[in-house]
């Protein structure tokens, strides 16, 4: 199985990707294959480079921490607070975005509306891609409502959602968090991303193996037991005992177990996200103006919709539109991008 891209690297991937403009969701591998590592001369200029940005990354996440203790930190001050605000602000390259949410994950409903307002007012790739971000992954539940008003507000205003933010919702559902995952498939949901319908067939159904199957070479014995039965006391054996003019016997007791004894070595488990799959019929739905809910959480059956139902669905609305007419069933919206190719895993 290939390895999933750790959330702070996918951010820091994705930022960077759309510093140069709009990144999409099919530019990135859906696995996220493990990158390969090579030995890199420290002299050359792209050592060099690399070893300067660490260094700035580093200070900058040192100043924003500075500001947190002395204006966020356990301060009520208002004013005080405003004057933090005001400093946060200043930092609008997207290069400081990544630090931003990491450092101040957990400071307040006023931090959070002066983040989220800034990342949509930049009207960027990165800024868009730092507030879908926001309103998914972030850790505190009350950052991500915020921040996802802040992107309902900027969808509503430019009639779709940008790429990067598609971008993350794909990041999101190609993850291991439920409660990630949900959130992006509801944000597809209600953004009509018919793009992401790939995505969402793979990401309703998981399945993982334990123990034996999870390639763990090294481990022995079982992951656990279940043991079903009685056990009878017996005396196994007598040890005399003399004195004078007496004589006694110390028994020993033992136990022996009786029934039967279940020995778990591996486990396989499946995972179905209902509301992922919810998110799943209600866009296929739409999209095909027939209900997909009879296809299930069955994998191969919704492959099969894709490939012989909806794809031929959007190529004839695609020729209607071209044709000037017009097609019931076709989706009121469009994701960005071209349609990507039949789903893949399961």
Known sequence: MPRRA???????????????????????DAGYEPVRITVQDPTSPEARA????????????????????????????????????????????????????KVFAREGD???????????????PA???????????????????IASSRMRERVMRLGAPTPPMVTVFDIALQGDDESRMNAAAAFADEFNLVGLIPRLISAQVSGNTGGGGSGESDRTGDLAFIAIGRQVAFVSDLTPVVSD??????????????GTLIRVHDAAVTIYRQYVNASLVNLSSRATGRSTAGLGFDTEAWKRWYIEEFIPAQRAAELAKESGTTQETAPSRRSPGPTPPPPSGG
């Open 6 to 28: 750790k959330p702070a690297l996918a951010l820091q991937i994705l930022l960077a990707s759309s510093v140069g403009g709009y990144a999409s969701a099919q530019t990135l």
């Open 50 to 101: 690399e070893a300067e940005a660490n260094r700035k990354r580093i200070a900058l996440e040192r100043e924003l921490i500075k500001i947190r203790a002395a204006y966020f930190r356990g301060v009520r001050d208002t004013e005080k607070r405003q004057v933090g605000l005001s400093k946060l602000r200043a930092h609008t390259d997207p290069g400081a975005y990544q630090a931003l949410l």
């Open 110 to 124: 006023d931090v959070y509306s002066t983040l989220s307002e800034m990342f949509a007012d930049q009207n960027t």
């Open 127 to 145: 800024g868009d891609a730092a507030l879908a971000w926001a309103a998914i992954m972030a850790s505190d539940e009350s950052f991500r409502r």
């Open 245 to 258: 003019s007496a004589v006694g016997y110390d028994p020993t007791v033992s136990i022996i177990n009786e």
